[in-house]
């Protein structure tokens, strides 16, 4: 780029020296014609009017410089509207092209996700948090000790007493091995939450995500039993509220029901309805206790 900046000045300079050599040439041609005898014959003024014929030709140079000028300024300001207009259609294009390489991004990162749901490990993943979810259907106080996990403040001990309604929707033999596994049950669990948290944030590719099948339906009323309980907890303690994280479970869950197209509940007391009277969750065994505040009807 310098070089060819040392080149053009050195044109321009090139150039203005010949000009005002030719300038010169003509003064001094004007000169000799003017003093030579022979003009005499034609003028009286033979010099006068031979500078004044070159100053007539000076004034019509000048004035078509001043025309090719301004037609030279139009013709850039010509190539720069085209400039601006080639540069305009450039920036558009590029910006169609970033909109779709976002959403190529975002329909990529669902595929990701679906690789990671269809996994072999994320599949120990799933069955872990079933380990936790059937037994928080079938025990309600253990439900409610799985939720305040969820919080930092306030977390509720194990309940010892849960062993008789958790020990027919748990693979584990005895309570002492139960509560041995159902922590790490509770990390997977944590996973898969954070998995669909994953999901659902992927708000421009809602036809990819219902292409997919990540068992949505499956899953929908235990997480909706996880978010009214995690929601109730929240709003009665002034503690939990200052020392924990905003709630996550129901933005995730609302998305997701937007985008697999599930109509949203109008009230608390259809959810639980629809909850507790699910097909599915009905086979996992029915806390009874749920009943005393939950509308089962």
């Known amino acids: 780029m310098n070089s060819n900046s040392g080149d053009g000045r050195k044109t321009i300079l090139n150039l203005i020296m010949i000009v005002f050599a030719l300038i010169f040439g003509v003064w001094l041609g004007a000169w000799y014609f003017g003093v030579q005898p022979s003009m005499k014959e034609i003028t009286e003024q033979p010099l006068s009017d031979v500078f004044n014929s070159v100053n007539a030709l000076f004034a019509g140079c000048a004035f078509g410089g001043v025309i090719l000028t301004i037609y030279l300024q139009l013709k850039e300001l010509q190539d720069t509207r085209e400039e601006l207009a080639k540069t305009a259609t450039a920036n ?21 996700l679906f690789q990671v749901y269809c996994s072999d490990y994320f599949q120990t993943v799933k069955d872990s948090s079933m380990s936790v979810l059937i037994p ?10 799985v939720v305040s996990r969820f919080f930092v403040a306030e977390q509720l ?8 309604k958790v020990s027919n929707a748990s693979y584990c033999e005895s309570l002492e091995e139960f ?29 990819v995500i219902r292409r997919c099948d990540f068992s949505y339906s499956w899953w929908r009323p235990l997480f909706w039993m996880l978010t009214l309980i995690q929601r109730e907890r929240f709003e009665s303690s ?3 509220q200052k020392y924990s994280t905003p709630l996550f479970l129901e933005s995730m869950v609302k998305d997701l029901d937007r985008i697999y197209g599930f109509s949203a509940f109008e009230s608390d007391e259809e959810a639980w309805s629809y909850i507790l009277n699910h097909p599915k969750v009905l086979t996992y065994g029915v806390d009874p206790a749920w009943s005393l505040t939950r509308s089962i009807d």
């Open 136 to 145: 928080a259907v079938a025990c309600r106080g253990y439900c409610e000790f």
């Open 238 to 240: 002034d503690k939990i």
């Open 157 to 164: 001990p194990f309940p010892e007493g849960c062993w008789n």
């Open 92 to 112: 558009h294009d590029m910006a169609i092209a970033n909109l779709k390489m976002a959403a190529h991004a975002n329909e990529k990162s669902v595929l990701d």
């Open 179 to 207: 509560k041995k596994e159902e922590q790490r049950y509770r990390y997977k669990l944590d996973e898969l939450l954070n998995f669909f948290t994953l999901l659902s944030g992927q708000s421009n590719s809602d036809e």
